[in-house]
């Protein structure tokens, strides 16, 4: 007979109440921790690292939402998250939306020189060319404007797993999460195999990172 999966909520009504919150602080922890990952593969690969990370981030957060919604009372949830999480993505698509359009402004403003040098026979092309430098401005603006709204939800989660780890007591070693970048505050990092990995660092001195 095979295992019936239950969920969570199925499983934490049949422990006692101590066991329902440690249940799901690691249920809720988990999640957190692949999200923190995502994340800052994400950033990583903005800056033009190549990663290989399969999590989608932005459904990790989706699923983690609607966890905390079903669970109500029985789920460690930020209600907070909801609306840090929904401006930073609609920050994100108009960031890469404006950029996007104004590149293609550029180009079209070269196309339009070029056609004008064939049919008058002056240089207009060189005004367009004059312009290009333009492409790379732009292109290094998103980089910028994304890799700080990525880290801003990257170390709001990880202050999220901290808060819930110090709440319920969790032990932190426990919660080992990949990360690509080293500038997060309040983690440790340590190298297991060709991997860096981070954990949250429990203490006074929660600002640095080793």
Do not use: C
Not at 93 to 117: E, H, P, Q, R, Y
Not at 179 to 196: A, H, N
Request: hydrophobic share 45%; glycine share 4%.
């Amino acid at each position: 007979m095979s295992d019936v999966i239950k969920d969570s909520v199925e499983v934490a009504l049949e422990l006692d109440e101590k066991e329902v919150y440690a249940h799901i602080a690691h249920e809720s922890a988990e999640d957190i921790i692949r999200i923190i990952s995502s994340l800052d593969a994400e950033r990583a690969k903005n800056k033009g690292e190549v990663i290989y990370y399969q999590d989608d981030w932005d459904d990790l957060i989706r699923q983690r939402i609607q966890k905390g919604k079903r669970h109500t009372a029985f789920d460690f949830y930020n209600p907070a998250l909801l609306n840090i999480w929904e401006a930073k993505v609609k920050y994100l698509k108009k960031v890469k939306n404006s950029i996007k359009a104004a590149m293609l402004g550029v180009v079209a403003f070269l196309v339009v020189t070029i056609i004008l040098s064939l049919f008058s026979g002056d240089p207009w092309f060189l005004v367009g060319a004059s312009v290009l430098p333009l492409l790379i401005f732009l292109n290094s603006y998103k980089k910028e404007k994304l890799d700080f709204t990525y880290y801003q939800l990257t170390q709001f989660f990880i202050d999220e797993l901290r808060d819930l780890i110090l709440k319920h007591r969790l032990d932190s070693t426990k919660y080992k999460f990949k990360v690509f970048s080293y500038d997060y505050f309040g983690i440790l990092t340590r190298k297991i195999g060709s991997s860096i990995f981070a954990i949250i660092k429990i203490g006074e001195n929660m600002t640095n990172t080793e």
